[in-house]
């Protein structure tokens, strides 16, 4: 069975820091591309972060270049985002996501998903 779950979402303070994991089984996790998306209520699911499964190449939204960091430990079989100087736009559902792409921010060009970790930044 494929599996994705996030974990490391919680409350934190304007400027802080939260480093989000997402643990995979049931697949081939380092031949995968795996993206990070986040979601608030009412507006559409965004792709932030990529990590290319075959080269290493990664992608960043401007809303968040130069404070979140996306990486992944294949021995693990996780991914991470490094996410620092979190301020109160940065709330959201966030998620993993695996898919045979190169470098995508298209929900639809990833198989994989997990359910999702609420991150709470207040100010």
């Not at 507006?43 to 990590?51: D, M, Q, S, T």
Request: proline content about 2%.
């Amino acid at each position: 069975e494929v599996q994705l779950v996030e974990s490391g979402g919680g409350l934190v303070q304007a400027g802080g820091s939260l480093t989000l994991s997402c643990e995979a089984s049931g697949f081939a996790f380092g031949a995968y591309t795996i993206g990070w998306f986040r979601q608030v209520p009412g507006k559409e699911r965004e792709g932030i972060a990529c990590l290319a499964a075959s080269d290493g190449e990664t992608y960043y939204h401007d809303s968040i270049e130069g404070r979140f960091t996306i990486s992944r430990d294949n021995a693990k079989n996780t991914a991470y985002l490094q996410m620092d100087y979190l301020n109160p736009e940065d709330t959201a559902v966030y998620f993993c996501a695996a898919g045979d792409v190169y470098i995508a921010t298209m929900p639809s060009a990833y198989a994989y998903w997990g359910r999702g970790t609420q991150v709470t930044v207040s100010s």
